[in-house]
C-alpha cells in the first residue's frame, strides 16, 4: 500500500543551475528567431524571466544581439494593484536592460 505524496522529480536532481544557464545560452546563440517571454507578474512568468535574465548576463555584450521582448496583457481581471506591478517590473526591465527589448504591454480585446 502506497502512503504519503508520490515522489517528484526535479531538473536539478541531475543538473546545477550553471548547467541549465548554459543550455539557455546555447539556445539563444543557435537560433536567429527573437525570443518572447510572456510576463504575468505570477510566480511562473518571473522565474522564466529571471532564469533567461540571469543566462544571458553571463554572455558578453557582442553576444546578446538578439531581441527578447517581454510583453504582458492587461485582461481587465487584474485588480489596480497588479497592473501597476506588472508595468512598474517591465519599466524596471526596461531601464536596466540593454539585450531585453521590452513592447508595451498589450491590451486583449
Not at 527578447?68 to 517590473?89: G, L, M
Request: charged share 20%; glycine share 4%; hydrophobic share 35%.
Amino acid at each position: 500500500m502506497h502512503t504519503g505524496l508520490p515522489k517528484e522529480t526535479s531538473i536539478f536532481d541531475t543538473r546545477t543551475m550553471q548547467e541549465v544557464y548554459e543550455e539557455v545560452r546555447h539556445l539563444y546563440q543557435r537560433y536567429p528567431q527573437p525570443w518572447v517571454i510572456g510576463y504575468s507578474g505570477g510566480k511562473d512568468s518571473t522565474a522564466v524571466l529571471q532564469l533567461v535574465w540571469k543566462a544571458l548576463e553571463g554572455l558578453a555584450p557582442e553576444e546578446r544581439q538578439k531581441p527578447v521582448f517581454v510583453i504582458a496583457s492587461d485582461t481587465k481581471v487584474e485588480t489596480p494593484i497588479i497592473v501597476d506591478y506588472i508595468n512598474n517590473t517591465l519599466h524596471l526591465i526596461t531601464r536596466s536592460s540593454s539585450f531585453f527589448r521590452l513592447t508595451s504591454p498589450v491590451c486583449s480585446a
